[in-house]
């Protein structure tokens, strides 16, 4: 869910890095370059092409090491670029939602049985276009436990029992999600939770063409207060698989990036002075925010063509989790 | 949800009466007319005018006779007709929503305490038209448990804790709402549940004109199989208020009354016979139906407006609930 | 456009026989049956099944004879039928759109050269789910016209120039299409109108899995009065292609026959008498449809799935009209 | 339509000033401080004060000096500001309606008489969240035209006659808008034309917030190549009023907002250098947006409640677009 902006971002202001992204692989370049390091010692990477368009790359934090470099807990992060979604054609529509069903698939073939049931959940707010994707492709699951269990003759023999909901988000049902979650868990029983959620990235050029699929759970946004309830095998008991589609960036992001490039500019031209090194390093604009009123809104960057976007970006999705399970 | 329509008829078809309508002032006029009796013992009703466009009728059944007479459970039933729905003023919308808060004001405060906590539930299916009301609805409900529990100095001292959901379809998720909510209310402990809910009607003129109002529960159909489980004070352990309003018209209801009132008609000319007579007592059409292709299909009669009268209920239902609680 | 309903009929009463129903196929087979004819003179008809799901059947209506049999003007009438296409799989669609596209270019080069202009008309009211075809089809049109002349190097050499409009409904915008057309081409000087519409269909299993081609033009409704404006030939002065899709059935005329149904029964099992078989000829149910209330109201007969019907139908249109110009 | 973003901001950079916006009042202001004066020749401006949270400022521009210095037309220009429209009560979305209604009124009756024909434009895409203002209000207009000319008795004597359309924008139909309308205009010849469009803004808080009407025309962006048609007196041939939605700030305009007032913050410091002056003056921060990819994307920045935003403001323009004509 988008609420979590700006939440993340204070939570990441106490980190060492302020890395204002929920991309692993995005976190691990900025980490590397500020550090200048080849590789961080716990983070393994392996990186595939799987056509012109569409690209792979599999980040696997494998101790603490690793989880403290990047503020991201031990496990998978697999990353699926797709470029030019926008003009996609359905054929590459079609290749980009069987690669995430193939990597899918080895993640839940890691913790569930063949059969064992599958919740999918898709965060978000159906009725705020860039946070709808949750929502929308939980419209597009194809459901099994209801005919499992009242028309089982219907049913191939094997068939793995699936349900899928749409909790809402806090700001319109007044609950937390994990406690909508957790109610919902505790009475149906699944064995394994899939959690489909928009997130905010750092760069635009992610933005509804790039897919993280992990199997750490994930933080959405309380949106109230500082009071979060993740989304994981902690809290839940069983494992939680999460998609995160990234629809926005926030603007406060943007504008500090583009202070920072612009007196980084200054230094290569030797234009800038020690005052302004200086600022760069504290990243302390927060007298321009102020000034152009970021703070006081809910203000998001996104292409104007995010409908269509999130359109495609669902296909994508729905498929690849209706083949996976 | 209008899964339900076809399951309440098959239902409906085995108690002494063919009431084919979920509301209670319908199967109270089609009782008494069918056994010529000007009232019935156990139920009492009172009517109101409000406006020109705006009635209200309120059904008590009182005792086991009155149940078994129309096949409601003791308790209240209130119907508000709003007349010329479509093309109402902002007035009149206004108008009929405080009729709305009036009503389910002094059923609330029949069940709980002032301060006492309300889940609002949203049934249906917010991607098909005719059944999108309740999730509708949800979105814009103000909720304020979560501010009162994250933010109490923002919220007015004594302001009762209100939370929604939309739980979505059974076709949908794979789990019975009532397992959904089952889920929501053991964690979250609210005192009262309010449920909206898109219902069929026998009449056309009913369709999205008329709001009942009960403190009896629902009955959503499960829409696969005969195994469908009642959201009530029974079920979920409170009380629970039902909001229903008539958005369609089960086509079969309409083809079958059709040929009845062609037959009234042949009877009042003398043109009719015996074996037709019979047939209308029998009720037994299923071979036209079938002929119709009615069966294969959910088919449903709406008016070709309804997008339009489902933004006007919506404002009435949304805004009637928000002064109530 | 969905207004036509109701005057369709009207006109239809006037002729000898009361089609009901726009698509040439069931209006021939409508009268061969009345008639017991084998085939009908100035009408010739070839099938062909596409695949098990998918039946394509091409009239031709020939002389003057065939005109005034079916009530249709001279010229060729292509129905494309696609079973189950709620439950289609992303194959069919693209299956069923290869099948448009094949028989909408067959038309095409019937009328304009390889690289003349056409414009696409989509008729219907984009917030009225039923009558939402037409202009979601335009939405997705590869419209190419302002790329050839501002921007021809993107452009491949010989491409030709396609733009698209959704001029609304007469209720809408209080204006005739005709009018709103006329301007249009005179001020764009295509050499083709592709125009696509809802249509009222006879039978249910028609509703959103028939395409109608036809080189005739169209007659929507004006809704209001008599004076309604046909798009043709005759009336643009270039050739037009119309694209029509059965999305509703008209109430009155389910319940018409239905009473037809019931009548033909008790024939069948000799229960009838003389005054209702002479009724039967007569469809003379006014006072049915009077006590039904369905004379007051603009009731349609349609799936409850209309929603995602009508977005499979959209693909398949689409992609058929973008890949024949 | 917001294909003009870009467009509009190439020609100001022409121009004297770089205003990057549409508003009148917000070049007003602009022009006085960097040109230190207390007022412009040739523009007049009154303010009024209608609540608390509605504020009306009439911007007149009434001759060529004023005209050249903010680069508007001469005529009048009305800015309607309406504070906290998110969360605004149906009373104050009432009252605002009527603001638009009483100044629309005044302007209309200066260009035509009581019962002369007015077609109502609403520019935009309806696909697109931030530009689907203009078409959802054309969806609300109670238009007359159609029924003065087919039921003239349903209607009162001295009603005017009012047309509506949504052209589309070019991308979609591959026509430029003015083509659409000069051939409309030209089939119905009405008196009046009134354009509804979103704008750019250039600051956050205008976001659909502001009204802006004025009777100079609009010149919806091309959004391909530079050949863009003015919608005005000029190229129609009859009065055109224009009422202009800020929904969007321009990423680009943004970012460099955000650099001047970094360096606004480091000059009061006394942390800057003549380097960087003279880089603010020449607003030359061509390498900052390409490094951020702002060029690629067509990138906006918009509140997160956009959707209901515009919901709102849709009621406030169409309720006050009826009652002004």
Redesign the interface.
């Known amino acids: 869910m988008?609420e979590n902006v700006k939440i993340d971002m204070e939570k990441n202001q106490k980190q060492p890095f302020n890395f204002r992204t929920d991309l692993a692989s995005e976190r691990r370049d900025i980490y590397q370059r500020a550090n200048k390091l080849e590789e961080i010692e716990g983070i393994q990477t392996t990186k595939e092409e799987i056509s012109e368009n569409i690209k792979v790359e599999r980040v696997q934090i494998t101790n603490k090491n690793g989880e403290q470099a990047i503020g991201k807990p031990i496990g998978n992060y697999i990353t699926i670029d797709v470029k030019k979604l926008k003009i996609a054609t359905?054929e590459e529509i079609?290749k980009a939602s069987e690669v995430v069903t193939s990597e899918l698939k080895s993640l839940i073939d890691k913790h569930v049985q063949k059969q064992e049931e599958i919740l999918v959940v898709g965060l978000g707010n159906?009725?705020?276009?860039?946070?709808s994707l949750g929502p929308k492709v939980?419209?597009e699951?194809d459901?099994?436990?209801?005919?499992i269990n009242?028309?089982p003759q219907y049913v191939e023999e094997g068939t793995r029992?699936?349900?899928?909901?749409?909790?809402?988000v806090?700001?319109?049902?007044?609950?937390?999600t994990m406690?909508?979650l957790?109610?919902?868990?505790?009475?149906?029983k699944p064995k394994l939770v899939i959690v489909i959620d928009a997130l905010a990235s750092r760069?635009?050029?992610r933005?509804s063409s790039t897919i993280q699929i992990s199997d750490t759970g994930i933080v959405p946004g309380?949106g109230?207060?500082n009071?979060r309830k993740e989304i994981s095998q902690e809290t839940l008991g069983i494992p939680v698989i999460a998609i995160g589609i990234p629809t926005?960036v926030d603007?406060a992001t943007?504008?500090s990036?583009?202070?920072d490039?612009?007196i980084g500019?200054?230094q290569e031209?030797a234009?800038s002075?020690d005052?302004?090194n200086k600022?760069r390093e504290e990243d302390n604009?927060e007298?321009?925010k102020e000034?152009?009123?970021?703070g006081?809104?809910?203000?998001?960057?996104?292409?104007?063509?995010?409908?269509?976007l999130i359109e495609n970006m669902k296909d994508i999705v729905a498929?690849g989790i209706n083949f996976a399970v």
Chains 1, 2, 3, 4 share one sequence.
Request: aromatic share 6%; hydrophobic share 45%; with cysteine.
């Open positions: 988008l359905e079609q159906v009725y705020v276009t860039p946070d939980i419209n699951i459901v099994t436990r209801h005919l009242y028309l029992p699936v349900c899928a909901v749409a909790p809402g806090l700001g319109t049902t007044g609950i937390e406690e909508i957790k109610g919902i868990v505790d009475n149906t760069s635009i050029d933005i309380a109230v207060g009071t926005v603007l943007i504008v990036d583009g202070i490039i612009f500019k200054l031209d234009k002075n005052n302004l600022l604009y007298e321009v000034a152009l009123n970021v006081d809104y809910n203000m998001i960057v996104t292409p104007k063509e995010i409908d269509d498929r």
